[in-house]
Every structure is written in structure tokens, then in C-alpha cells.
């Protein structure tokens, strides 16, 4: 009798336990990413953890779970790929309107092979979409690294993560908004000879630029990954800043597209401050990072 007794209760409270299930989730997630935030790494380097396993089997094991680990965020990563591009598909037509606006939209594009336009719709798409996929790539492969970090490393990488993506944005609207309408126009006019753009070429042009500008600003995230991972100083950033300024005017002619020296300069000068201000990033890191071992020193 008993045991009917508590199936019945357990048929009339099921909905209530349900109900507690989905509205304490998120303080469950939340208590979870703050547990894993503060969870310390093991003092032993890889190479040496590899080493000091007593078996051929322990070493296999672990190894398998490493790459087992790396594998499972690769292909979390390349569905929120599909997922971004199928995101752009739907949106397609507005963005290749958007993108047409700086050459005076789609009517000024003429198409002169059968297949160019479907070319044109697939490259939009893919790379349209690779920017918004940008941030959850970033994440499944910050997920990856994390369980090595410390927790103040953990914490900081976490919080560049839409400072890199707002980078991101930033570079892509600069050659969108700045670039393209003041590179145009001599692009077209260069020697008196009046263009008539492909929608391939044009489309090409356009994405590629505003993606390795969109890169190219990520230059500070870079520089704190590296500081974090102490494979680069500030001292040595600050000492080399005329080699920098000499490897960014390189890569700016190479980005830049328009010969003339105006268009090169306006890459040039966000992208040298973008470096000055790494620097200064590299030292907040630096000092986190004393600060982080001194606390942790006086504990022990």
C-alpha cells in the first residue's frame, strides 16, 4: 500500500519537481562556471604529467583524453559554423544589398557569367557567416584551454571575450565605413578609364577586406593571450615599437586597397594605436599576474 502511496505522490509532485528543475537551472549553470572559474590547475606541465605516468597505458589513456577533449570542442566549433551560415542564408539578399551600398548598390554590378551570382551568394554566406559564429568558436576553444589556466587567467580571458569580438566588429566596420568609400573611387578612376564591376570581383574585394581588417584588429587579444602564456613581455613590445610600426606599414600596404599613401595611413594609424595600447595591456597583465603568485605565496 505503501508504495502506491508514493507513486501517486510522486505522479502529483512531478510537475512541481519539473517546474523547480528548469527555474534552478540557471543558478545550477551559474555555480558550475563560477566552481570551474576557481578550480586551480595542476602545477605539472603536460610534458612532464605525460612523463611521470608509470604505464604505457596511463600515457595512452591520457593522451586519448586530451585529443578526445580537442575533438569535441573542433566539432562543436564547425556546428556553430553551419549554424552561422545558416543564418546568413536566410539573410542573404540584405546583406549583399549592404555590402553593394558603398559602389552604389547591386545596379551598378554587372554579371557576366552564369554562375557568378550563385558564387557570390555562397562567399556572403560562408564568410557572413563565419563572423557570427566568431564568438562561440572562440568560446568552445577558450573551453579547451581553460582547465589549464589559473583562475585569475580564466577569468580575464572570459572577460576579453566580447572585447574581442567588439575588436572584430570594429575593424570590419572601419573598412566598411572608411576604407571602402575613400579607396572606391580611386580604385575606379585610377587612370581615366571608366570600370564596370563584376559582382565576383566586387564581392571578393569587399569581404576579404573587411575580414583581414576585422583580423587585424584583434591584435590586443592576441598580445594578452600571448602575455598570459608568458611567450611575450611588455619591456620587449615596448623596446621593439619601431620594428613594429616598420611590420604594420608593411601590412597595411598589403591590406590596403589603393597604392596612395591617405588610404594606407588611415590602417595604419587605429592599427599602431591598437599596438601602444597592447602594450599597456600586456603590463596590466604582467602586474595581475605578480600580483595573482604574491597572494597565492602568502596563503600557502
Same mark, same amino acid.
Given at each position: ?14 510537475? @512541481? #519537481? ?8 540557471? @543558478? #545550477? ?17 603536460? %610534458? ?11 600515457? #595512452? ?35 549583399i544589398e549592404f555590402l553593394a551600398g558603398p ?22 554566406? *560562408? ?15 577558450? =573551453? ?12 580575464? %580571458? ?8 567588439? *575588436? ?15 579607396? *572606391? ?20 574585394f569587399v569581404t576579404g577586406l573587411m575580414f ?29 615599437? #619601431? =620594428? ?6 608593411? =601590412? ?13 595611413? *588611415? ?34
Amino acid at each position: 500500500m505503501s508504495k502506491f502511496f508514493r507513486g501517486v505522490w510522486v505522479v502529483i509532485t512531478a510537475p @512541481f #519537481r519539473a517546474l523547480w528543475w528548469i527555474v534552478s537551472l540557471p @543558478f #545550477r549553470w551559474v555555480r558550475k562556471g563560477i566552481d570551474f572559474l576557481r578550480q586551480e590547475p595542476s602545477e605539472q606541465p603536460l %610534458s612532464e604529467m605525460f612523463v611521470s605516468l608509470t604505464t604505457e597505458k596511463e600515457t #595512452r589513456q591520457a593522451l586519448i583524453e586530451e585529443i578526445e577533449a580537442f575533438r569535441k570542442h573542433l566539432l562543436r566549433s564547425v556546428l556553430w559554423l553551419a549554424i552561422g551560415i545558416g543564418i546568413s542564408f536566410a539573410f542573404n539578399q540584405q546583406m549583399i544589398e549592404f555590402l553593394a551600398g558603398p559602389v552604389g548598390g547591386l545596379d551598378a554590378l554587372k554579371a557576366i557569367e552564369v554562375t557568378e551570382s550563385v558564387g557570390v551568394f555562397m562567399r556572403v554566406s *560562408l564568410v557572413s557567416g563565419s563572423a557570427l559564429a566568431f564568438i562561440p568558436i572562440f568560446f568552445e576553444f577558450w =573551453l579547451f584551454a581553460a582547465p589549464g589556466l589559473r583562475p585569475m587567467e580564466k577569468t580575464s %580571458s572570459l572577460i576579453a571575450l566580447p572585447f574581442a569580438a567588439l *575588436l572584430f566588429v570594429s575593424g570590419m566596420a572601419f573598412a566598411y565605413y572608411v576604407i571602402l568609400p575613400s579607396g *572606391l573611387p580611386i580604385l575606379l578612376n585610377f587612370i581615366g578609364i571608366e570600370s564596370e564591376l563584376r559582382p565576383a570581383s566586387y564581392f571578393n574585394f569587399v569581404t576579404g577586406l573587411m575580414f583581414w581588417l576585422g583580423v587585424a584588429f584583434e591584435f590586443p587579444i592576441l598580445i594578452v593571450a600571448l602575455t598570459m602564456m608568458k611567450i611575450v613581455k611588455p619591456k620587449m613590445l615596448r623596446d621593439q615599437w #619601431r =620594428l613594429a610600426i616598420i611590420i604594420i606599414a608593411i =601590412l597595411a600596404a598589403m591590406i590596403t586597397p589603393t597604392v596612395d599613401p591617405v588610404n594606407m595611413a *588611415l590602417v595604419m594609424v587605429p592599427t599602431s594605436a591598437l599596438y601602444f595600447i597592447s602594450i599597456g595591456l600586456s603590463y596590466l597583465i604582467v602586474f595581475l599576474q605578480r600580483k595573482s603568485d604574491m597572494e597565492q605565496e602568502i596563503t600557502e
